[in-house]
C-alpha cells in the first residue's frame, strides 16, 4: 500500500490465479485506511514533505517519459561543477573503460569514500541508471550509467591524471609466495580456471590474482573499474587472493607445479665435472617419468598452461592426467589418463630392451 514504507501491488486476478485458495481478506478501503492510520501517521510520515521520487522514476518508466521529464521531477544528489583537480567538469565528454560517455555527477557518494564521477554512457554496457542503493545521483537511461575516478576517465583521447594514454596494469610472473604463475590452471570455488593476472589492483591492497574461468560463471571480463587488467570472455574473470585458489586437483596443475619446482632445483645445483649437456628429447623416445612410469615421448615444445619447454609424455599405464589435451588445446593423443606434461628434469632415459 502507498503508505507503508515498502509497498506492493498485484492484481486481485493475478493473486486469485497465481495462489490457490487465496481470498481477499480485506476490501481496498480497509488496506488503504490502515495503511495511513497505522503506518503513515504513527510514524509522522504525514507531518513531513513526501519524497516520492521511486514513484517518479516508475511512472515515468511506465507512462514512456523521457529523461528530460524525470529530470524535472526528481531531485538527485548535489554535484560539484568540476573535479578536485580541476581535470574532469559537468557535461564533459570522457571515455570510460574504452567506452564514450558525459559527465553527469561529481562528487561524494554513499557507497564508497572520496569524490568519484558519474557518466551516461553512450550504450548500454554500464551498470545502473544514475542510482545506486537507493540514491539517485544523475538519471540516464538503464545500464548506462558508471562511477569512477577521475584517474580512470580519460578525456578526448588523453588520461586526466597523467597526461597520457591510459595503459593496461602489468602483470607479474609469479605470486609473491611463489605457488602461483601465468598460465597455471588452478579452482576457484571449486571451479576451474586459468591464472591470467597477477599483481596489484586498483580496487584494493594487496596482491591479487586473476583468472579467466573455463567452468561456471565468474564477473567481468578481465577489467574492473575502468581498468583492462587481462581478457576474456564477458562474466568468466575474476579476481581473488592467492591463498583462495587450489592447485591440487586441478587437470595437470599439481604436475606442472611439481616439474617446475624439481626443474628450478635442477638448475640450482652445479653440474659435475665432464658432465655433459641436457638430454634432448624426442618425439618416439622410451622414457621414465618420475623415476618409475615409463612411457613414450609424444610431444617437445612450448605450451598454453606455462613458460619454456615442455614434454609430452604417453604413459604406458593409466598413472597420468589427461590424454594429451590441455586447457583446450591438443599437443598429441593418446588414451584416458595415460598424459602427462612435464620438463626434462623429471625424465630419464628408459634401458633398452
Same mark, same amino acid.
Given at each position: 500500500?502507498?503508505?507503508?514504507g515498502m509497498?506492493?501491488?498485484?492484481?486481485?486476478?493475478?493473486?486469485?490465479?497465481d495462489?490457490p485458495d487465496?481470498?481477499?481478506k480485506?476490501s481496498l478501503?480497509?488496506?488503504l485506511?490502515?495503511?495511513?492510520l497505522e503506518?503513515?501517521?504513527?510514524?509522522?510520515?504525514?507531518?513531513?514533505?513526501?519524497d516520492?521520487r521511486t514513484?517518479q522514476?516508475?511512472?515515468s518508466?511506465?507512462m514512456g517519459?523521457?529523461?528530460?521529464s524525470v529530470?524535472e !521531477?526528481i531531485?538527485?544528489g548535489?554535484?560539484?561543477?568540476r573535479?578536485?583537480?580541476g581535470?574532469?567538469?559537468l557535461g564533459?565528454s570522457?571515455t570510460?573503460?574504452g567506452?564514450?560517455?558525459t559527465v553527469?555527477?561529481?562528487?561524494?557518494?554513499?557507497?564508497?569514500?572520496?569524490?568519484?564521477?558519474g557518466?551516461?554512457?553512450?550504450?548500454?554496457?554500464?551498470?545502473?541508471?544514475?542510482n545506486?542503493l537507493?540514491?539517485?545521483?544523475?538519471?540516464?537511461k538503464?545500464?548506462?550509467g558508471?562511477?569512477?575516478?577521475?584517474?580512470?576517465?580519460?578525456s578526448?583521447?588523453?588520461?586526466?591524471?597523467?597526461?597520457g594514454?591510459?595503459?593496461?596494469?602489468v602483470?607479474?610472473d609469479k605470486?609473491a609466495d611463489?605457488?602461483?604463475?601465468l598460465g597455471?590452471?588452478?579452482?576457484w570455488n571449486?571451479?576451474?580456471?586459468?591464472?591470467?593476472?597477477?599483481?596489484?589492483?586498483n580496487?584494493a591492497?594487496?596482491?591479487?590474482v586473476?583468472?579467466e574461468?573455463l567452468?561456471?560463471?565468474?564477473?567481468?571480463s578481465?577489467?574492473?573499474?575502468?581498468?583492462?587488467?587481462?581478457q576474456?570472455q564477458?562474466?568468466?574473470?575474476i579476481?581473488?587472493q592467492?591463498?583462495?585458489?587450489?592447485?591440487?586437483?586441478?587437470?595437470d596443475?599439481?604436475v606442472?607445479?611439481?616439474a617446475?619446482?624439481?626443474?628450478e632445483r635442477?638448475?640450482s645445483?652445479p653440474?659435475a665435472a665432464?658432465?655433459?649437456s641436457p638430454i634432448a628429447?624426442? !618425439?618416439?623416445q622410451r622414457?621414465?617419468?618420475?623415476?618409475?612410469?615409463?612411457g613414450t615421448?609424444?610431444?617437445?615444445?612450448?605450451?598454453?598452461?606455462?613458460?619454456?619447454e615442455w614434454?609430452?609424455?604417453e604413459?604406458?599405464e593409466?598413472?597420468?592426467?589427461?590424454?594429451?589435451t590441455?586447457m583446450g588445446?591438443t599437443?598429441?593423443?593418446?588414451?584416458?589418463?595415460?598424459?602427462?606434461?612435464?620438463?626434462?628434469?623429471?625424465l630419464?632415459?628408459a634401458a633398452?630392451?
Amino acid at each position: 500500500f502507498p503508505f507503508r514504507g515498502m509497498h506492493f501491488f498485484a492484481s486481485i486476478q493475478k493473486a486469485k490465479r497465481d495462489v490457490p485458495d487465496w481470498k481477499p481478506k480485506y476490501s481496498l478501503l480497509d488496506g488503504l485506511r490502515s495503511s495511513y492510520l497505522e503506518d503513515y501517521v504513527a510514524r509522522g510520515f504525514d507531518k513531513k514533505d513526501p519524497d516520492l521520487r521511486t514513484d517518479q522514476l516508475i511512472l515515468s518508466k511506465f507512462m514512456g517519459g523521457g529523461n528530460a521529464s524525470v529530470d524535472e !521531477e526528481i531531485e538527485t544528489g548535489l554535484s560539484k561543477e568540476r573535479t578536485a583537480d580541476g581535470s574532469i567538469s559537468l557535461g564533459q565528454s570522457v571515455t570510460w573503460g574504452g567506452k564514450q560517455g558525459t559527465v553527469r555527477f561529481i562528487g561524494d557518494t554513499k557507497f564508497a569514500a572520496g569524490e568519484w564521477v558519474g557518466v551516461e554512457l553512450s550504450a548500454a554496457e554500464g551498470m545502473h541508471d544514475g542510482n545506486v542503493l537507493g540514491v539517485p545521483y544523475f538519471v540516464c537511461k538503464p545500464k548506462c550509467g558508471v562511477f569512477a575516478k577521475p584517474a580512470q576517465l580519460l578525456s578526448s583521447g588523453v588520461d586526466t591524471a597523467a597526461g597520457g594514454a591510459s595503459k593496461a596494469p602489468v602483470s607479474k610472473d609469479k605470486t609473491a609466495d611463489g605457488r602461483l604463475w601465468l598460465g597455471l590452471a588452478v579452482k576457484w570455488n571449486g571451479k576451474q580456471g586459468v591464472v591470467r593476472y597477477i599483481g596489484d589492483v586498483n580496487f584494493a591492497a594487496g596482491e591479487w590474482v586473476g583468472v579467466e574461468m573455463l567452468e561456471g560463471k565468474g564477473m567481468h571480463s578481465g577489467d574492473a573499474l575502468g581498468l583492462p587488467y587481462f581478457q576474456c570472455q564477458p562474466s568468466m574473470g575474476i579476481f581473488a587472493q592467492s591463498k583462495q585458489l587450489q592447485t591440487s586437483g586441478t587437470s595437470d596443475a599439481a604436475v606442472a607445479e611439481e616439474a617446475l619446482r624439481q626443474a628450478e632445483r635442477a638448475a640450482s645445483q652445479p653440474v659435475a665435472a665432464g658432465a655433459g649437456s641436457p638430454i634432448a628429447y624426442q !618425439e618416439g623416445q622410451r622414457v621414465l617419468w618420475s623415476s618409475k612410469y615409463a612411457g613414450t615421448v609424444r610431444y617437445v615444445g612450448p605450451v598454453k598452461f606455462a613458460a619454456g619447454e615442455w614434454i609430452g609424455v604417453e604413459l604406458d599405464e593409466e598413472a597420468g592426467r589427461n590424454n594429451g589435451t590441455f586447457m583446450g588445446a591438443t599437443y598429441f593423443e593418446c588414451g584416458p589418463n595415460r598424459g602427462v606434461f612435464t620438463q626434462a628434469a623429471m625424465l630419464s632415459c628408459a634401458a633398452s630392451a
